[in-house]
């Protein structure tokens, strides 16, 4: 009937009106069906769901992929207003997601990648490596596909109103579907999240650090540091080896600069590893006359690895000894440890469970 295909890179959830509008005259189908087509594809529709488009189009459009993220499964934290979601890819792979609601919104975690090939020594989603990409429109399904299982008791407004690229996955090592993906979720006529609302998590790839403050809307940028030097941080996260901190953190004031928004550096506190008093002392020298905080997470023990985490009590006095140096930190909040709250851990047990592919 028509010959789109996975090969071709046309997806139906991350395609913009001009691409709809390409799409639907190759099907010999009129354009002004492609706003209609956008707003189903912003409420998470599938071809079949789309009342307002005629039966042989939406028969032509089932041929397309669509890129989507299927809820397959939902935990509800009993402690905090926390749910956890699996998701599956058309091609079966795995990834999760959590939704965290506060009183000013909703912030849902997404993944970027299924597995991830960075290798940090204290993280879940890495242990059996990258499986693959997930495309721009898989990222944006998540969010939709969320939407569309807790939708928002006023329907003129979004149930997801904050991302938080921290799911599985390095962004950064799928940087043309995450630039593509940060593009589409912003779009005023798509999803419309501000990108002050969003904030996306990287390991640290330099150059590609650089080329977000160029080419991306201007979201909050998290770099995951948890280290005080070279040393330490040589023995958490391979990747140090490669960018150095002495280029990364002047990547992230660079970002600053450019951006004029404050740069968040994530430090997981490990026992005897990056928390003494004397590691406060380096981290904050080190962050000296850049415009950022620090987000301080007691290690979320992951059983597969032998690193320990310090008592939230601990945090604190870590959180201290830096105020004390002028740096801004906070403890982050301990949400869902009932339900694997750490990245990977869902997805992991899942495989285990029911002998997946990741
Ligand atoms: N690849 C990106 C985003 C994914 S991880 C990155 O590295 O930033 C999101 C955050 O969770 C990162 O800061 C990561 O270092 C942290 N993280 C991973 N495993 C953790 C654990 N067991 N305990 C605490 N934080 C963890």
Known sequence: MNNFSAESNIELASSTVLELKTILSDLNEPEFRAKQIMEWLARGARPDEMLNIPKTLREKLK??????ADIIDVRHSKRDDTSKMLYELADGNIVEGVLMRYAYGNTLCISTQAGCRMGCAFCASTLNGRVRNLTAGEMLSEITAVEKYFPCSDSKKRTVTNIVMMGCGEPLDNYDNTLRFLQRVTAADFLGI???NISLSTCGLVPLIY???EE???VTLCISLHAPNDDIRDKLMPV?????MNELIPAAKHYADVTGRRVIFEYALVDEVNSSQECARELASRLRGINCHVNLIP???VEER???GVTRKYAYQFQGWLEKLHI???VRRELGTDIDGACGQLRNKYSGDHGGNC
Do not use: E, F, V, W
Request: hydrophobic share 30%; no cysteine.
């Open 306 to 308: 032998n690193l320990k």
């Open 299 to 301: 290690l979320n023990s």
């Open 216 to 218: 991306a809307p201007h």
């Open 63 to 68: 041929a397309i992929p669509y890129g989507n």
């Open 211 to 213: 080329r977000l403050a």
């Open 328 to 330: 801004s930190a906070t």
């Open 194 to 196: 501000s990108p002050r």
């Open 240 to 244: 140090n080896h490669t960018y150095r």
